[in-house]
Structure formats: C-alpha cells, structure tokens
C-alpha cells in the first residue's frame, strides 16, 4: 500500500476527531448589569436536552448599594425555575439538570438597595462575566481522572466519549423532530385532501339542486312540460 494511502486512512479519524472537538460550542458572555429600583430580568438562553447537566458560573463585579439576585428557568410550558438566589456577589457556581427540552434561561436582577439619591442621569451597574457549561463541557474530567487514576490519554477518551455521546443525542433528537414533522405535513395533507373532496361534494351537490330547482321553478311558470 502507498504512503499516500496510509497517510490518508490515519489522518481521516484524527480530522474527524479535530472537528468534534472544534464543534463543541461555547457558552461564556460578558455584560454590565444596570441597577434599578424595580429591574427587569435579563436572561441568557441556551439550548439544552432534557436530563441535561448545566453549571453555570457568574463572577459579579463590585458594586455598592446594589443587589444582584439569579434565577435558572427554562422555555417549556410548565416554566420550570431550577433555582433562585439573592445577593450573589464575586463568584457563584450553580448546577441544575434540565427536567424539559427546551432552552435554559440564566436571568440576573440588580436591584438598587439603601437611600441613595438615583435619577435618570445616575448609571449604577455592576460587570457580570458568565459562563454556561452544557452537556459534556459541565463534566469535570479532571475531577473523574483524579477519582479513577485515569492516564491523560484515557482522560481524553472519556472526554471524546461524552463528545460522541451527545452527538448521537443531537442526532436522534433531530430525528425524532423530522418524524414529528413528517407526521404533522401528512396529517395536514391528508386534512387538506379532505376538505377538497367535501368541497367539491358540496359544488356537485349545489348543481344537482339548483337544476330540480331551476326545472320545478320553469314548470311552474308553464315554460316546460
């Protein structure tokens, strides 16, 4: 066999491997949190599987007379809230596991607290940096090494094994949507074909009637026999 081919049948599974490992998205974000008397939630979603671990690391920057309360909720119709906190400040780690599919909302408030003297023209805000960690990014394999004696080799198998896990997941959640799909076009086809054959039923009907009527009508005024 050539070099060129062998070359070719090692480097195939070493770029497979390379793009999974560049497709693993992340999720971190930094934003100033405005202060109000009565704020507004601001939420950041993120798409996540049910039974889905979630850890979610807010660093909250200084700011005085100013509170800063996180809620976890979720876009599914029960309106699932994982957990609330108050008066978060420097750095907190939450985890939850998603009971839904969905999207995962991580909403922060910074309430003004104490008299201070606020108008419009007074910016109060404090410097949020978020980090939301889904799937196989939340499994701390360095943690799972340590506890099992695994080898750094083995360490990134089983990193590469939670990988292909949730690929597989994500494939056949995207299945079962296409099947869902597939189902709702056909019932939706064979709805429409349903309402063509009354419609056209109701037209010949309409004509059927329309002739004894016109007839019956034509024989009464003696202009047929």
Same mark, same amino acid.
């Given at each position: 066999?050539?070099?060129?081919?062998?070359?070719?049948?090692?480097?195939?599974?070493?770029?497979?491997?390379?793009?999974?490992?560049?497709?693993?998205?992340?999720?971190?974000?930094?934003?100033?949190?405005?202060?109000?008397?009565?704020?507004?939630?601001?939420?950041?979603?993120? &798409?996540?599987? *049910?039974?889905?671990?979630?850890?979610?690391?807010?660093?909250?920057?200084?700011?005085?007379?100013?509170?800063?309360?996180?809620?976890?909720?979720?876009?599914?119709?029960?309106?699932?809230?994982?957990?609330?906190?108050? #008066?978060?400040?420097?750095?907190?780690?939450?985890?939850?596991?998603?009971?839904?599919?969905?999207?995962?909302?991580?909403? =922060?408030?910074?309430?003004?607290?104490?008299?201070?003297?606020?108008?419009?023209?007074?910016?109060?805000?404090?410097? @949020?940096?978020?980090? @939301?960690?889904?799937?196989?990014?939340?499994?701390?394999?360095?943690?799972?090494?340590?506890?099992?004696?695994?080898?750094?080799?083995?360490?990134?198998?089983?990193?590469?094994? #939670?990988?292909?896990?949730?690929?597989?997941?994500?494939?056949?959640?995207?299945?079962?949507?296409?099947?869902? =799909? &597939?189902? &709702?076009? *056909?019932?939706?086809?064979?709805?429409?074909?349903?309402?063509?054959?009354?419609?056209?039923?109701?037209?010949?009907?309409?004509?059927?009637?329309?002739?004894?009527?016109?007839?019956? =009508?034509?024989?009464?005024?003696?202009?047929?026999?």
């Amino acid at each position: 066999m050539a070099r060129s081919q062998l070359y070719s049948i090692f480097s195939l599974p070493l770029l497979l491997l390379s793009l999974i490992l560049q497709s693993t998205p992340t999720h971190a974000i930094k934003f100033a949190l405005p202060a109000q008397r009565y704020p507004q939630p601001k939420c950041i979603w993120n &798409t996540a599987h *049910t039974n889905t671990l979630v850890i979610v690391t807010a660093n909250v920057g200084p700011g005085t007379n100013q509170r800063v309360d996180v809620e976890i909720v979720d876009s599914s119709p029960k309106n699932n809230v994982y957990l609330a906190k108050k #008066g978060i400040a420097g750095e907190a780690r939450l985890a939850i596991t998603t009971h839904s599919e969905g999207e995962v909302g991580v909403c =922060f408030k910074n309430h003004i607290e104490g008299d201070i003297s606020y108008d419009k023209s007074t910016k109060l805000d404090r410097v @949020v940096d978020l980090d @939301v960690d889904i799937g196989a990014d939340a499994v701390d394999y360095n943690a799972i090494a340590n506890q099992e004696s695994l080898s750094g080799l083995e360490t990134e198998m089983r990193k590469l094994e #939670g990988i292909v896990k949730e690929i597989v997941d994500e494939m056949g959640y995207l299945k079962k949507r296409e099947e869902r =799909f &597939t189902d &709702t076009n *056909t019932s939706t086809n064979q709805r429409v074909q349903n309402f063509a054959w009354f419609t056209l039923l109701s037209l010949a009907g309409l004509g059927v009637w329309q002739i004894f009527h016109l007839r019956a =009508f034509f024989k009464r005024k003696y202009l047929i026999d």
